[in-house]
């Protein structure tokens, strides 16, 4: 089975500009999610989608932020404009549904990001 | 006040030793535990989930507190490859994973 799958794994900005993250997850997951991981942190939860429904995005910065996932499957992860603050890991995770079955999430690998 | 709180360590042991984390958790309402794994520079990945009565997993045991809302995980005969930060994680009423910043294991030959 393939795992969660990201890009790009590293990005390098200076603060102003804007940056998009993807992420494709697990076939059949229905369940996505966007952390950020900042140094030192555990990760904690940007927005969560139940197929192409957003279910919980409480924490998602939406004057800068913004994300989407159009089709139920693939979904993009968007910084506009982005702050020195924002320099965190960005993991995509999916999990087979929400709810009960939320506890076990699938992360990506993550997106490094920089901004200068 | 942080939701989880754990020791950041690092907890610098022997291999062949055994080692326990705590953690604490604020909501009441939460209604589930994990542990997650991180290795450095990678992504999490659920090692156990703690249940109320605790459970064993192989040379790892976890166990819950809810009175004192304190969760544990006690790792036996420590191996180099259990060296990885362990985020203690909990799950709330709107079924939202609440992780903590981790505590860092070093297993030393």
């Known amino acids: 089975e393939a795992g969660v799958a990201q890009s790009p794994r590293y990005k390098i900005i200076e603060k102003r500009q804007s940056v998009a993250f993807w992420c494709n997850p697990i076939?059949?997951?229905?369940?996505l999610y966007w952390y950020q991981q900042i140094l030192g942190q555990g990760p904690k939860l940007l927005i969560q989608f139940q197929n192409n429904g957003v279910v919980d995005d409480s924490q998602l910065p939406k004057d800068r932020f913004s994300a989407e996932r159009l089709k139920g499957v693939d979904s993009t992860l968007k910084i506009q404009p982005a702050k020195l603050e924002d320099s965190a890991v960005y993991l995509c995770?999916?999990?087979?549904?929400?709810?009960?079955?939320?506890?076990?999430?699938?992360f990506g690998p993550g997106t490094r990001l920089t901004v200068l | 006040r942080k939701e989880v709180e754990q020791d950041p360590g690092p907890f610098n042991v022997p291999e062949g030793a055994t080692v326990a984390f705590n953690c604490t958790y604020s909501n009441s309402a939460s209604q589930s535990f994990f542990w997650y794994r991180q290795d450095c520079r990678k992504e999490p990945k659920l090692l156990m989930s703690?249940?109320?009565s605790g459970n064993e997993d192989g040379r790892f045991t976890a166990q819950l507190n809810r009175a004192s809302q304190y969760i544990s995980l006690l790792i036996r005969d420590s191996k180099l490859s259990d060296s990885a930060t362990y985020l203690c994680v909990t799950r709330d009423s709107s079924y939202k994973l609440i992780f903590g910043s981790g505590t860092r294991l070093l297993v030393r030959p």
């Open positions: 076939s059949g997951h229905a369940t």
């Open positions: 995770a999916s999990s087979r549904g929400g709810g009960i079955r939320s506890g076990e999430q699938f």
């Open positions: 703690v249940y109320s």
